[in-house]
């Protein structure tokens, strides 16, 4: 009867134990899969960051053509009617 009693005791105990094991390692699981996902979750942030910079760049880099072209074709206006002018002095002096 005491043996029983010690032996119920120990099972008790031992059970109490492996929850207690158990709680402990579905908590460090739980954290390392929390680590993984922030992980995860920084690296995406940072490919969203630099896919903003680069559209940013990339902008810039469109405006910045479309001003030199704007450029171009401003003297390219110019340089025609200048050449209607040589043109026309050309006609005049036959």
Known sequence: MVIDTIYGGITILCIFAGGLWRLHRNQLATESRMVKLEATDELLKQKLNSIHENHTQTVDRVKHVEEVLH????????LDAKFDQVLDL???QK
């Open 90 to 92: 050309l006609k005049t």
């Open 71 to 78: 450029s171009v074709n401003v003297k390219l206006g110019s």
